[in-house]
């Protein structure tokens, strides 16, 4: 029997960052990552601290708990991680919910490709700055975007930590030209309580959007916080 | 000469909100409205408080202005009002900006055509909820949608300050279920100091999504505040 690791399944919210932000979805976030970012906001998705709590599931089981959650109330979809391209076992589960009538939403760094991806309707690929200390294999990035050339609704999100992660930004943004790009504020103050979290949120906004404003090669890009964090703080599950 | 009338021209700055959130864009706000929404944010381009600031302009003079504000940092306009779609002379300064390699967005509340709409890349028709004291001609709005039927990027957007307009906004998407819909929280503090504006728009902001959340008509929709009133408070021209 087909089945998919699961962490959380969880919704309806908000979706608080990217091309989707604001849209009302369920989340599935499913386990294991082929990255260790230095400031993974979802570390427990692979570093074994919720082993235990790792559910495989069938996707009757996902579109079961999806709909005792949410009810009537949604149609649209969010496929987080960890780094959900890493499992082909996902194909049967998209096919699934596509079935359903749902609207899929992806996000995956961009180091593996699935047969499925094409059928997720908003595909975001994050390539990871030089502050997550991990390395772009942009042959295999280029690959998965020249796979998905005909694709209505890709784009690029990069989160911004610094000015080396927009130096980064830059060549990515040059490279890939043809697709929309998002950048977006890295949170790394992960234990902060809310009140001060906002405005420290709200001062690296204003920090990237000044940098982004005055540049030459960011032309036609989205600056964007994670809303969430503003509404929820650090909080898990909403 | 065909000359348009304008009261700001800024930027570069970031797009608050709607359909291209978080979008770097340089502004043009036109003066003149039909309407008298009562709890408009720009009344000054209407209510004559202003008169005296409003500036006949022709393209190249609205170019030259944007250019040497922005320099070689843009690609992106935003054409905002009052409502832009009152001017019949708009049409040159759109062409123009097209020759000049721009992408376009407006905001309209949708009561008067133009022919050259279909030219703008990105149109937000917003039609306005009770609370604004205005009434909608559905008529004019379903013959706009519908002359803009093949355009990729339209979408509505409704400011939401009450019960009563959600349950306006409501009809409009069950109207128009094709469109993407915006539901966008009502800032109705404009005299609030920025601390306490940002709490009070984060409790809006959780009303609405709680209220939208549960709702079964707002399946697949977007819920978003103004982000630059988070950023920049009731600050003009930022
Ligand atoms: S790719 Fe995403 S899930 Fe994986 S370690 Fe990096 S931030 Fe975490
Ligand atoms: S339509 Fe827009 S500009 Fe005109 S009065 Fe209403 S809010 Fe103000």
Not at 41 to 55: L, P, R, V, Y
Not at 133 to 152: Q, S
Not at 201 to 207: C, P
């Amino acid at each position: 029997m087909n089945k998919v690791p699961v962490l959380e399944i969880f919704g309806p919210t908000v979706q608080g960052e990217g091309m989707t932000i604001g849209q009302k979805t369920m989340f599935i976030r499913t386990a294991g990552c082929d990255y260790q970012c230095s400031w993974c906001d979802s570390a427990f998705t692979w570093n074994g601290t919720e082993k235990q709590n790792i559910n495989w599931m069938t996707a009757e089981e996902i579109w079961n708990t999806l709909y005792e959650l949410g009810g009537d109330t949604f149609s649209h979809i969010t496929i987080s991680g960890g780094n959900p391209a890493l499992l082909p076992s996902l194909g049967p589960v998209v096919d699934f919910l596509k079935e359903k009538g749902m609207t899929l939403a992806l996000e995956t760094q961009g180091s593996k490709w699935q047969s499925w991806l094409p059928l997720i309707d908003e595909v975001t690929l994050s390539p990871k700055p030089p502050s997550s200390g991990m390395d772009t294999d942009f042959t295999i990035l280029e690959n998965i975007i020249d796979h998905l050339k005909n694709h209505p609704k890709v784009c690029l999100k990069i989160v911004i930590f610094d000015e080396k992660d927009l130096a980064y930004a830059e060549i990515v943004h040059q490279r890939f030209p043809q697709l929309p790009l998002y950048l977006q504020v890295g949170n790394s103050w992960l234990e902060a309580d809310d009140e001060s979290l906002l405005q420290y949120l709200l001062k690296r906004y204003e920090w990237l959007i000044d940098q982004v404003m005055k540049s030459t090669v960011f032309k036609n890009v989205k600056v964007l916080p994670q809303l969430h964090a503003y509404v929820w703080g650090n909080k898990r599950g909403v």
